[in-house]
């Protein structure tokens, strides 16, 4: 038996019923195509594995003893992938077969593309924010955390309508084609949580692979299933951005980002978002 077109890996942590709706939104389809299906548990302690094996019995199952992170658990299912493209899936994202196809499809004509994700909209229907990027910059990166965690304005229009090539895309829904892996390597197991797709991204491009974002095809991204709390978030995001920088960019520019940071948590609270979406209004 030949290889399968697609390996869909679906990291899951704790989640249950999302993943189980998750599954379902492909699942059938999958089966009767013959692509392979890779659910990563990440020491989940709420029975996902028993439900997953119970409904869906043709997945490879592989377990973690704990939770090791978005870029360890999804290594363990990149080792077993043998498809043609794989799909690196949250397990809070609902996409069906068609999509996934014709995404891959996509993927596969374009001899130039290592990477590719659908767009992403939330369940009332909008394009995610922060799906994707023009920009790797640690300043950048910063300002886009600082975006997100405050609830400021959008850093682009996220409703693009044609194919756009950008610097990275999320790894909440990205395809990625088997050879890409081969050659760059696997995500780096350095990054516990965010900053491993855009790691991930900036070395196929330095391998002089594309990547797009695709909005011919979507998906629906329910978000935050298995994050942390906003706080604990934040701290993560910040340490994978410094992280980040440091090993792009030197540790010069990570000692910028970490003294900003420290700049920021001094005026946490109140006067601090005051003062920031003054700054901001005034940034051109």
Sequence with gaps: MGEPFLTIIVLTYNTRDVVVRCLESFYTHALASGWQVIVVDNGST??????????????????????LGFAAGMN??????????????????????????????ALLVQPEVGALSPLLR????????????????????????????????????????????????????????????????????QFFLYFEDNDWC???????WRILYDPRFEVVHVGGASL?????????????????????????????????LAGYRALRGGFARMLIRSIWKETP
């Excluded at 900036?202 to 002089?208: P, S």
């Design 202 to 208: 900036l070395r196929m491009r330095r391998a002089g």
């Design 122 to 189: 939330t369940p009332d229907g909008k394009p995610q924010a922060f799906a994707f990027g023009k920009d790797q910059s640690p300043w950048y990166l910063f300002r886009r955390g600082l975006k997100a965690l405050l609830g400021l304005g959008p850093m682009h229009r996220w409703d693009v309508e044609r194919p756009l090539e950008v610097d990275w895309v999320s790894g909440a829904c990205m395809l990625v084609r088997r050879e890409v892996v081969e050659q760059v390597g696997l995500l780096d197991e």
């Design 228 to 260: 942390p709390q906003r706080d604990q978030a934040s701290q993560i995001y910040y340490q994978s951005l410094i992280r980040f920088t440091a090993k792009h960019y030197g540790p010069l520019k990570a000692g910028i980002i970490r003294a900003l």
């Design 76 to 105: 363990l299912g990149l080792k077993e992938a043998t498809g043609q493209v794989i799909v690196l899936m949250n397990s809070d994202v609902l996409a069906s077969a068609e999509t996934l196809r014709g995404a891959a499809e």
């Design 46 to 67: 709420d029975d996902t594995v028993g439900i997953v094996v119970q409904q869906f019995p043709n997945v490879k199952i592989i377990r973690s003893d704990k939770n």
